[in-house]
């Protein structure tokens, strides 16, 4: 009944905002944040009037729910693709994800050593926000391109591919970070080894079943000429590679794109796949994702604006520059536009919900009260790197929007 | 990646279970049942192997999950069903609740007190007796129609009604089920009085709103032209109805079930209510429900079976015959067949999942571990009405099948 009533508010108020945005001419997912946002200053002014809202961040069961909501995302990006736009957009893509990390690892890497005090965790504090800046939200990217109807254009295609290499490029980091802070030292080259062997396992494990296993099911599933059942093997198949992705040291969000990317029209029949589509599509879109990004908006922390107003703002410029240059130079050298190569490059920017759970790996492992006493910076950077998470989710489909509208390729 | 792990798992048995039992002419219930009972046969030996799936019972995210099933199967059979479907069969479904309810009771509570030794609490393990036996599962009894493609039909409808009033009924029964196992005593007077009067403004406030605020929602919902918008205020509306239902001390299945079956054809348009239909009835059938009936197989203890067989077959053949005849003798007297009257009686036998919740609520209040020492009827008393909630919930699609199927006035 808890649960309930959380969903309900939390939809409610997200749907309704999105609407209204999506009436003001803007992506529903700016409205479904700012609902979010509204909700926990509300819930943050009268905690005791809201209690159980106040207290969804350490709800387990609410938590389960949204990352059913990223699940779900992903599977209905991958469904809207076919392989052969992730192959053929590689070669930009590639590019795009390589130069879209590396600058703004180096913004935030260098940031942190020049305004961070030097103590033994300066390395690791680093470290984390390097990797901070880095990452790329796929199933933000992948939302503001559906909201926006531009998923299958070419900068779309491309931008959620570089997102898929970012988030896989992310693991590494994200390994590296771990040992550091746990072992206080870079894993060597046995460990890296044995990651990179990992994701290789992934991907021919779940390329070789898409390729083979799916269509064979499929026609198997035709047969029985029962539609939900389809819509639930396609569930199954998208856990298990979900499943499978964790098992194999990935997020459980690529191996969900992977089973939506493989299931195709010519998997079933035209009409289940679109029956199915609309499906997943309602799921999604109107039940478990916008509670999701509500829930993200309410995380908002604002006490780094008062306590250091002008490390957040370097941090701030530096996220949204590092992304838009490091992304967008190497997709205009590819054959780009200038305005494909901004809009590749702004829509890169959105750190969503993969930098949050980085944020916390990090507050756990107690790296803002390191060293004893801790300086200011350090206690607020956890709150830096939230608003900028979600000021970054916020201001991409905002700058995409103008950006793709009237691109003629699109 | 537990939670995927899990639902994964238990989705592709109860489906595939499902189907096969669909291919054999039988209802989907049953074969998802049957997937759960072996799961769990298969994890209670090798509980190390599948240490997740051993440990689902104390898993309070599935529980959420689950509880989510419960909740979109019964909006799923409001939207099944128009409120004027409960108004005409109610003269039929009060007097088939009330036999139905009354009997059975009557049954358990004396079984309880002639094959259970004297003690102080005698008194509350008969009460306990009693209730479960009283108890019809609303959401199997409509899950049951559903699969047969019967709900409409002049039984379907009846059982529906009577199945939702033998749940009201059932509060009142749990509230002095509750008091006597907490203070040794009946609930007095007023207690009674303010639970009817709490009953009766949740039925206000949902008709009210139901008849009046409904269309005029859905009239402006309709001119927005979001089809996923219609869909998200939908369940919205139905958790807030739960909501109330559960402030007012109804379960939150009355209240999903209500706002299904305001919401209509008329609501909002003939193509978005099928399109609305359509989503609900994928998430239900296709991902929620399964899991949750496979979840209610998997809590099957057989151990009363070699431990007390006598008691449970005599539990078994009380809570048969008490459902069938209490409930058929006054549909028969009220004008039905004498097919139709067996159908409605076998029809209320499933108790599936709300007798599972009292049980738990016993086992909690340690009514099984007393008087000390405990006798062997007493200790497994727990397991054999786990095994009625889960035997009658098989048999009732069962028997239901050919009773239905070549009603004339079906």
């Known amino acids: 009944m808890e649960l309930l009533y ?76 076919r392989p052969s736009d992730i192959v053929e957009s590689s070669r930009v893509a590639l590019g795009v994800a390589l130069g879209g990390m590396l600058l703004p690892f180096g913004l935030g890497f260098g ?17 984390f926000l390097g990797t901070a800046m880095a990452i790329t939200a796929v199933p933000v990217a992948a939302k503001i391109l559906l909201d926006l109807g531009k998923l299958t254009s070419r900068v779309g295609k491309t931008l959620v591919s570089a997102a898929v290499y970012d988030d896989i490029a992310s693991l590494i980091l994200l390994a590296v970070l771990t040992a550091v802070i746990r072992y206080g030292a870079l894993p060597d080259i046995q460990t890296f080894g044995f990651l990179i062997g990992k994701v290789s396992i992934f991907f021919i494990i779940t390329i070789g079943l898409g390729k083979y296993a799916f269509p064979w099911v499929g026609k198997k599933l035709r047969k029985t000429e029962s539609e939900e059942f389809v819509f639930s093997m396609l569930i199954v198949a998208a856990m298990s590679y979900a499943v499978i992705g964790e098992v194999l040291g990935l997020h459980f969000i690529v191996g969900a794109f992977m089973a939506g990317l493989f299931f195709r029209r010519q998997t079933v029949s035209g009409e289940i796949f679109d029956d199915t589509k609309m499906k997943i599509s309602g799921v999604t879109l109107g039940f478990l994702s916008p509670i999701f990004f509500a829930s993200i908006g309410m995380s908002l922390d604002l006490s780094a604006v008062t306590q250091i107003p002008g490390l957040l703002f370097v941090i701030l410029a530096a996220a949204f520059m590092g992304k838009l240059l490091g992304a967008g130079i190497p997709a205009y050298f590819s054959g780009m536009s200038l305005r494909e190569s901004a809009a590749l490059g702004s829509g890169m920017c959105a750190r969503g919900a993969v930098e949050l759970i980085v944020a916390d790996i990090a507050l756990r492992a107690g790296l803002f009260e390191m060293p004893d006493p801790t300086p200011q910076e350090i206690t607020f950077l956890f709150s830096a790197v939230v608003i900028m998470a979600i000021v970054t989710t916020i201001i991409t489909p905002l700058a995409l929007k103008p950006l793709l509208e009237d691109d003629p390729k699109g």
Chains 1, 2 share one sequence.
């Open 6 to 81: 959380i969903l309900a508010i939390l939809l409610f108020a997200a749907r309704l905002a999105g609407e209204i945005m999506k009436w003001l001419g803007q992506p529903s997912l700016v409205g479904e944040l700012l609902a979010g946002i509204f909700l926990g200053i509300v819930t943050a002014r009268f905690p005791d009037t809201f209690s159980l809202l106040s207290s969804i961040s350490h709800n387990d069961v609410f938590h389960g729910i949204t990352e059913l909501g990223i699940f779900f995302l992903m599977l209905l990006a991958g469904l809207e693709l």
């Open 111 to 127: 940031i942190a050593w020049v305004f961070l005090p030097a103590s033994e965790v300066r390395f690791a504090q680093a470290l």
